[in-house]
């Protein structure tokens, strides 16, 4: 199953340990964030957005994100932020709300994935030509707004357009690719080589840590998609990608064991890095068996944390899988965690009822369907084995039971721009106009639902039977393995529909 966090518009969740330059005595006390606009931005209301931890801490019982929000309204255009109690640094975006004419109602991100200090008093200004930062604690916003510029410079000069269709093969696609790949990288680490910021004491290292491993990831995930498209199968593509991952582990890695353990975005590189190579290199033994023998402490507890998340929908025993993990974590309120993370899960419990738009523009209920077995898919535009389940396993199941009015299969789109999904049902690819089709709105993968139902992976199956009890939420059981089977998921309806 292609993973994803979550909250992707934000991939620098962190729980951060007192030792990078924070005070014993700061673990009760606040921040503020003020922000003043300029008069061309003329917004009602903005929506300020903390992440508290991210895989859990050292110090830190959460295992999921801890998600707040704190609206502020107008004041003369102007914006006063009181945020209590941080134990530690925190992750916050500015979310802006409704303009005054009420256009955009949905709002806008003006800012993403800065990280806020107990005691920091930051003054954020916006204007014509950008945003500036004054104030304690405003030297760290300021970095990482100086980061993104840099990466969107990166990006947009190391930018490789698709070869022509006449010229595209898998090699040639994978060459370009992988070139295109190498500038980024190269580019980007030679700024943040030049600033140093591993020396200093303070979070700048670790901002410089998530930039970085955010972009190596984005080719990861890309290459993780094309190998379980079968990229693997060609011979002249798979050497390709070993030489990349070779050339990978010259890459600096993080400096310090506190940077490695506290930055979700190298635990999700090293996780994503490590599949990669499992898959082309054609190892012997397991994935699982890789990642215990390779890697120890917190940063191996936190990378089999996040692999329990991404293959949890694909056990077939998922309390014997748990138990398995639960052996080698020692992190104690990480074992917490993926006790409660099972137990969310879990066969019998109650499906949260919930509310979401139809193509019709109706809003569609869970609790509409009492009484009949619901089958439900999420899904993302771009997701390959999305696009693959679809194909080969739900669409032959919609037909089997097309004329059975006992069944019903919500098809939910996790995503916020509605004219892309409508095109999407159109194309057939994804989905079927022949089913509900439902999407998250101007929510995106914010939306409660994905919190409700524990979303953290696409696709992800659901099936719900009559009693409005969750059946199975098993990739394996519904499915989908990296092989369809949909007559798996044609008995599994079958079998719901004799309770």
């Known amino acids: 199953m292609y993973s994803r966090f979550i909250f992707v518009v934000i991939s620098v969740f962190l729980s951060c340990p007192i030792s990078y330059g924070q005070a014993k005595s700061s673990l009760s006390s606040g921040s503020v964030i003020t922000v003043y606009l300029d008069s061309f931005q003329k917004y009602d209301s903005l929506a300020l957005i903390i992440y508290r931890a991210s895989l859990g801490g050292s110090t830190d019982a959460s295992f999921l994100h801890f998600k707040e929000k704190q609206v502020a309204y107008s004041t003369n255009n102007h914006f006063t932020f009181n945020i209590k109690k941080i134990g530690g640094a925190v992750n916050v975006s500015l979310k802006a709300g409704a303009f005054v004419s009420n256009r955009n109602k949905g709002g806008k991100w003006i800012l993403l994935g800065h990280l806020l200090m107990p005691g920091d008093n930051v003054v954020i200004r916006f204007n014509g030509t950008g945003v500036s930062f004054s104030g304690k604690g405003s030297e760290r916003f300021s970095y990482k707004n100086e980061l993104d510029t840099v990466i969107a410079q990166v990006k947009s000069q190391f930018y490789m357009p698709p070869l022509p269709p006449k010229m595209q093969t898998r090699v040639g696609n994978a060459l370009r690719f992988i070139e295109s790949a190498k500038s980024k990288d190269s580019a980007l680490s030679v700024y943040i080589s030049k600033r140093n910021p591993w020396k200093r004491n303070d979070l700048t290292g670790l901002l410089s840590t998530n930039a ?95 692999m329990l998340f991404d293959a949890y929908a694909t056990f077939s025993n998922a309390d014997s899988m748990v138990r398995r993990y639960l052996q080698y974590v020692k992190s104690s309120a990480l074992k917490e965690g993926i006790i409660q993370f099972h137990k969310m899960r879990m066969p019998g419990s109650d499906a949260i009822d919930f509310s979401l738009e139809s193509v019709s523009r109706k809003q569609v209920r869970l609790s509409d369907f009492k009484g009949k077995v619901v089958f439900m898919d999420f899904w993302y535009t771009g997701c390959g084995p999305c696009i693959k389940y679809f194909q080969e396993a739900i669409s032959v199941a919609e ?101």
């Open 212 to 306: 970085l491993y955010a972009m190596r990831n984005n080719v990861l995930d890309a290459m993780v998609t094309m190998l379980l498209a079968g990229g693997n199968n060609v011979p002249e593509v798979v050497p390709l990608y070993k030489q990349y991952l070779d050339d990978m582990q010259k890459f600096q890695f993080p400096p310090n064991r506190n940077i490695a353990e506290h930055s979700a975005v190298y635990i999700e590189f090293l996780k994503n890095y490590e599949l990669v190579r499992f898959i082309v290199t054609g190892r012997q033994g397991s994935y699982f068996d890789t990642v215990v023998e390779g890697y120890s402490g917190l940063v191996r507890d936190k990378l089999l944390v996040k």
């Open 399 to 499: 037909k089997a039971f097309a004329n059975n009015p006992e069944v019903v299969f919500l098809s939910i789109n996790v995503g916020a721009d509605k004219e892309r999904w409508l095109a999407e049902i159109q194309n057939g690819i994804y989905t079927s106009k022949d089913v509900i089709n439902l999407y998250t709105g101007k929510q995106g993968w914010e939306h409660p639902i994905l919190e409700d139902f524990g979303i953290v992976a696409a696709p992800q199956p659901i099936l719900i039977g009559k009693d409005g009890k969750i059946i199975s939420r098993s990739s394996t059981e519904l499915g989908h393995s990296l092989t369809e089977h949909p007559q798996v998921l044609i008995n599994a309806i079958n079998k719901a529909l004799l309770k």
